[in-house]
């Protein structure tokens, strides 16, 4: 079997790769990064799909980041997203023997979805506008892969994770997503010996969250699985509030400072639980809960980012 993983240097990939080296079904593991193959570029992309002639492509390349990036890089995000989704499937066209695994996020659903939000709730209300041009990029991609099916008969899986975390993400004070992002801003307040920290927003939404390998476990179990599903949720189930997960990343560093609020910054969505019920039932489950999970992110982030 050979497998080819997009964005193989980022969040998602990284784990993958780790986890897929040691599955001896998986004769070759060809594994791209954005130096070795431009994905805004069609030739580029197509390339390397009939190169590597796969017959899984996950597709785990993607610009993300958190609120504040995704507020103020809105056409960065649509149209880069866009670009590598669309260049991507068009690329996959004439083999429709490829079994392509789909990465999208939870930002797909309606703001006003009830939660915990199922796979049928897609595209039945408003986006949550701090992220809609991120979703729409995601939904387009969906839709895409859904009129390759019907036309050309390609296999295409779109997963739906909830946020994710853990090794290899992006640690910035402000592009990041919600956990490399309070680890970096927490870990700079205690080495200037702040006695404070401010938590972006009200610090009331509750969120979900799954540690990367989790992740990598289920592409690794649906590969094999080739559910007859075309969208699937992937989450944890346990949800946690913003301020309750401050205080959990403030116990994992050590700051002894006092948490604060900065309600002049968006909140966002007030709940966000996926129902994951489809993939537990085929027999998928996470492993790593959040104390665990945070603890190895932080001990990466001190080892890979701060020496």
Known sequence: MRVLILGSNGLVGSSLKKILNNNVQITDLICSTREDTNLFSFE?????????????????????????????KKTEFILENLKINVNILEASIPNPDIFIINLGSSCIYPLDA???????????????????PYAMAKLTA????????????????????????????????????????LIVRMNNAMNEGL????????????????????????IEF??????????????SGYEISIYDLAKKIKDVIGFQGNLVFDDSMPDGNPRKLLDS???????????????????????????????
């Open 44 to 72: 580029e992309t197509q390339k390397l799909i009939e190169n590597s002639n796969p017959d899984i492509l996950i597709n785990a390349a993607a610009r993300v980041g958190g609120i504040y990036a995704n507020n103020s």
């Open 222 to 235: 649906l590969m094999f699985k080739k559910p007859e599903a075309t969208l699937l949720n992937v989450g």
């Open 195 to 218: 006695n404070e920290f401010r938590i972006w927003g009200t610090g009331k939404p509750l969120r979900e969250f799954l540690f990367i390998d989790d992740l990598a476990s289920a």
């Open 277 to 307: 019920s489809r993939i537990n039932e085929m027999g998928w489950k996470p492993k790593i809960n959040i104390d665990k999970g945070l603890k190895i992110t932080y001990d990466w982030y001190k080892k890979n980012r701060l020496t």
């Open 142 to 181: 969906i839709e895409m892969g859904n009129s390759l099916s019907d036309q050309y008969g390609h296999k295409i899986l779109n997963l739906m994770p909830t946020n994710l975390y853990g090794p290899n993400d992006r640690f910035t004070e402000k592009d990041s997503h919600v956990i490399p992002g």
């Open 114 to 132: 009830d939660n915990p939000i199922k796979e049928t709730s897609i595209m039945t209300g408003k986006l949550e506008p701090t992220n809609s």
